[in-house]
């Protein structure tokens, strides 16, 4: 079974609207965290934000923020206020386990987003 | 600090052919990973390390060798180079008492096999 399942291959967004890219997880260990990263044609991943498995909030970094519905499993990212460049691809991610285990990531399919003006 | 570096940006092996991917990090990382990138895909982990002279297999490490001897370095060796490993490699390290978790990407090598 896929452990990280991003559904949507591609989208298009207008400038200054809001878009969700939906990320959804499989595992069974109690201790794991959710990542995106954002990886634009020229190819450098850039971390965008974190979620942690027993973190109360939604996490939030300036125009990103992750939906985290722990029992739906899933672990959403909303960018508002989209601009040209946020025109990119973008992955979701997942680590398990404790710390000693070195959080190796599983990362998904991503998502391509094209904004337009 | 200029973060995770890669050499080479890109390479062109021949069938058959050896070659090491250089990953270097000059924050005290402890823990580094390599991973590859597929046409079109997500990144799937080759190999990890939690510290020097300690390393592990990822998904996908068949064609591949690690070593680890300092903090700094953590190259990946192909040996006898097939079509099937034409992909970017991405190095990553982090500091394992981080609390975002974040991982550090290099900028990749784009190396394909012919």
């Known amino acids: 079974a896929q452990k990280i399942t991003q559904t949507q291959p591609g989208m298009f967004v207008q400038e200054k609207e809001a878009v969700t890219l939906d990320c959804t997880y499989d595992t069974s260990d109690p201790s794991y965290g959710l990542f995106w990263y954002k990886q634009p044609s020229s190819g450098e991943m850039i971390f965008l934000i974190y979620q942690g498995s027993y973190d109360q909030q939604n996490a939030t970094e300036g125009r990103y923020s992750l939906n985290f519905q722990k029992a739906r499993k899933s672990a959403n990212l909303v960018i508002s206020a989209s601009q040209l460049g946020d025109s990119a691809m973008y992955f979701c991610?997942?680590?398990?386990?404790?710390?000693?285990?070195?959080?190796?990531?599983?990362f998904g399919g991503g998502t391509r987003v094209l904004v337009k003006p | 600090n200029a973060g995770v570096t890669q050499t080479p940006k890109f390479r062109i092996l021949k069938i058959g052919q050896s070659m090491t991917l250089q990953c270097a990090q000059d924050m005290n990382h402890n823990y580094m990973y390599w991973y590859r990138q597929d046409p079109g895909m997500g990144l799937k982990l080759i190999y990890y390390?939690?510290?020097?002279?300690?390393?592990d297999k990822g998904e996908v490490p068949n064609g591949y060798n690690v070593s680890r001897s300092t903090t700094e370095d953590f190259p990946l060796r192909l040996e006898l180079a097939a079509p099937s490993q034409t992909s970017v490699y991405f190095c990553a390290s982090r500091r394992p008492s981080d609390s975002s978790y974040e991982q550090y990407f290099g900028p990749g090598t784009r190396l394909t096999v012919t």
């Open positions: 390390s939690v510290g020097a002279g300690i390393t």
């Open positions: 991610a997942m680590r398990e386990g404790l710390e000693a285990a070195g959080n190796k990531l599983t």
